[in-house]
């Protein structure tokens, strides 16, 4: 399995980014996103089952939105009015039908004030 994330960058708080991860390889149950803030340990974002049940953290509920297109194995992460508290490495991550876990290589974002 192999997943390919994209989309982060820089951007000042208000704005928005978009990140996408393409995983190949597998049948996947589970996607979604965690990120790692400096000196705080990986945490979730958000997940979307294969059938379209998601799951947000409180903190960026009605602010970030996850999709997926099943046909292409791609997971997305609408990240809107971000604040500098989002800034952190977000990593992809699918939990197979098989309940084996993998994860992307990590992408940077990162807000200013």
């Known amino acids: 399995v192999q997943l390919q994330a994209c989309g982060g960058g820089l951007v000042e708080a208000g704005g928005f980014l978009r990140l996408s991860c393409a995983a190949s390889g597998g049948i996947f149950s589970i996607m979604g996103w965690y990120r790692q803030a400096p000196g705080k340990q990986r945490a979730m974002v958000a997940t979307?089952?294969?059938?379209?049940?998601?799951n947000y953290v409180d903190s960026v509920k009605g602010r970030f939105t996850i999709s997926r297109d099943n046909a292409k194995s791609t997971v997305y992460l609408q990240m809107d009015s971000l604040e500098p508290e989002d800034t952190a490495v977000y990593y992809c991550?699918?939990?197979?039908?098989?309940?084996?876990?993998?994860w992307g290589q990590g992408t940077l974002v990162t807000v200013s004030s």
């Open positions: 979307i089952t294969n059938t379209g049940s998601t």
């Open positions: 991550y699918t939990r197979t039908r098989v309940r084996v876990s993998y």
